[in-house]
């Protein structure tokens, strides 16, 4: 069974610019979820999807944003970008998103913000 | 004050070693504590996954929850040069789905 596929892999922006990752989840999984991770912050969650649905939000600006497709996979969306914005962001799928399940990642896009 | 604190480390060891990784936390409605190995450029990994205080031993590893100091660990017995990656301890409130808070992480190396 493939793993959980994110691209691109890498990705170089300008400030101002905005960006596009996209995620594809474990086949039959329902559930994807995006986190920034930053040396300084460690992995915060962002927010995640349930059949095209956000069930979930962190504590992210507006420029944040995502969908999820009805094949379950996701992409998620940055306007505006500032140079914090650099960081690995994953995605991870699970069955249905429930707590006592087995949580995939992905292996990131790393996004460098100049 | 972050909700989980985690040593960032560097820890280095020779092999052979047992390993001690910890994490404390403050809000006590954290009910599934977990860990995860993270190598370089590379998704992180589940190692282990708890719901109540005490042990859970898998293989070389053992995690222990203590909730009543907000307090887990994960102990690695006969360290392994493949064991080097940076782990992270995780926890989830009950019925909130899959938003799971991580701690920031320890970057453990093993010594052959």
């Known amino acids: 069974k493939a793993g959980v596929t994110q691209t691109p892999r890498y990705l170089i922006k300008t400030r101002g610019q905005q960006v596009t990752l996209s995620c594809s989840p474990i086949?039959?999984?329902?559930?994807v979820s995006w986190y920034q991770q930053t040396p300084g912050q460690g992995l915060q969650f962002l927010f995640e999807?349930?059949?095209?649905?956000?069930?979930n939000k962190g504590n992210f600006p507006g420029r944040f944003s995502g969908r999820q497709f009805s094949n379950s996979r996701s992409e998620m969306n940055v306007s505006t970008l500032e140079l914090g914005d650099s960081a690995l962001y994953l995605c991870?799928?699970?069955?249905?998103?429930?707590?006592?399940?087995?949580?995939?990642f992905g292996s990131g896009t790393q996004l460098s913000v100049l | 004050q972050k909700e989980v604190e985690q040593d960032p480390g560097p820890l280095s060891v020779p092999e052979g070693a047992i390993v001690s990784l910890n994490c404390t936390y403050s809000n006590s409605a954290f009910q599934y504590f977990m860990w995860y190995r993270q190598y370089s450029r590379k998704g992180p990994e589940l190692l282990m996954y708890t719901y109540s205080s005490g042990n859970k031993e898998d293989g070389r590893f053992t995690a222990q929850v203590d909730k009543s100091s907000k307090y887990i660990s994960l102990f690695i017995r006969d360290s392994q040069p493949s064991d080097s990656a940076t782990y992270l301890c995780?926890?989830?409130?009950?019925?909130?789905?899959?938003?799971?808070?991580f701690g920031t992480g320890t970057k453990l190396q093993v010594i052959p």
């Open positions: 086949s039959g999984h329902r559930s």
């Open positions: 995780a926890m989830l409130y009950s019925g909130g789905y899959q938003k799971v808070t």
């Open positions: 999807y349930f059949s095209e649905t956000q069930r």
């Open positions: 991870a799928s699970s069955l249905l998103g429930q707590t006592n399940e087995k949580l995939f």
